[in-house]
């Protein structure tokens, strides 16, 4: 498991925006009884260096996904938001901090031992976001 992290939100339609604080790609599913909310993301977005306010980005270059009861990966440092929707709406964001590689023994130990959770070897996550990446580069679906 390649994650550090997993973010649970409720009714949440987060606004355009690039994440910053994400390392390696991003998993989201959505579950719930609601209607929209579906996933729009810029796999061509240029980065913040190119052009600072991702509001700028063309709603036209925009993907769509529907993460309704299925899982999407995206790279979360590209735009994207979610769109405006109505009912219960669940979302789970699956994503790895950076530097966790350099997490204290001690705080892995406790994690594994006490928590049943493993915080990932960074050259085995990084062998998987590859494999992943790829694999989602030759369906169309990230770059």
């Given at each position: 498991f390649p994650f550090t992290t997993i973010c649970v939100n409720?009714?949440?339609a987060a606004a355009r925006h690039r994440d910053i604080n994400n390392?390696?790609?991003s998993v989201i599913r959505a579950l719930g009884d609601f209607k929209g909310g579906r996933l729009r993301y810029w796999p061509s977005d240029p980065g913040a260096h190119a052009m600072p306010d991702p509001a700028s980005l063309k709603a036209s270059a925009a993907r769509v996904a529907d993460v309704r009861g299925r899982s999407?990966?995206?790279n979360s440092t590209q735009a994207h938001e979610?769109?405006?929707f109505s009912g219960?709406?669940?979302s789970l964001v699956y994503f790895s901090v950076p530097s966790f590689e350099r997490c204290a023994p001690e705080v892995r130990e406790?994690?594994?031992g006490q928590c049943g959770?493993?915080?990932p070897d960074a050259g085995r996550a990084e062998q998987t976001f590859t494999a992943v990446r790829a694999w989602m580069a030759g369906r169309g679906a990230i770059k």
């Open positions: 409720r009714d949440y390392v390696g790609l999407v990966v995206v979610v769109e405006r219960t709406r669940f406790a994690l594994g959770l493993a915080i």
